[in-house]
């Protein structure tokens, strides 16, 4: 009996240094919403449970929703990726988007609603969306190659 003549099967990267460069960047990503999004959540709820004297940041009376500092990280990732292509700059900012659009998607009812709905049952839409979120992007990534053989 013969050999098969068919290739062995690719195996699929196991660690992020084999992610062919171009999509690493998007795994990071995915990576640093998941973590950030979960970290939000808890740290939200420690300072509206008022656990260890943490709080919320003011500027002269005015209370700075964490949306604001996610627009400002996700509009400096699309200066940086106009600017720069390099393997090094899409690990930066894979993570940096990643984190930066979780800040955002945390207070999506907030932006949706145009007022503070983040502990009310209208709150409820930014855990649906972040979760969604998450979930579509990890099902992208599972079922996808990408366009490079992934070394």
């Known amino acids: 009996m013969e050999a098969s003549s068919q290739p062995a099967p690719r195996l699929r990267p196991r660690t992020i ?19 950030t999004f979960i970290f939000l959540r808890a740290l939200t709820l420690a300072i509206h449970e008022h656990v260890a004297g943490l709080g919320n940041v003011s500027a002269g009376g005015v209370h700075l929703h964490h949306y604001l500092w996610g627009i400002l990280l996700v509009s400096l990732v699309a200066s940086a990726g106009l600017i720069e292509r390099s393997p090094t700059w899409r690990v930066w900012m894979g ?9 955002i998607i945390d207070e999506i009812a907030l ?3 145009l007022k503070d709905v983040y502990w009310s049952g209208a709150g409820w839409v930014s855990v ?6 998450i979930s ?13 053989r992934d070394q």
């Open 17 to 35: 240094a084999q992610v062919h460069p171009t999509r690493r960047g998007f795994v990071l990503s995915w990576w640093s919403f998941t973590i």
């Open 95 to 103: 993570l940096v988007f990643g984190f930066g659009l979780a800040l």
């Open 111 to 113: 932006l949706v609603e």
């Open 128 to 133: 649906g969306v972040g979760i969604i979120f």
């Open 136 to 148: 579509v992007m990890g099902s992208v990534l599972a079922m996808t190659r990408s366009r490079h």
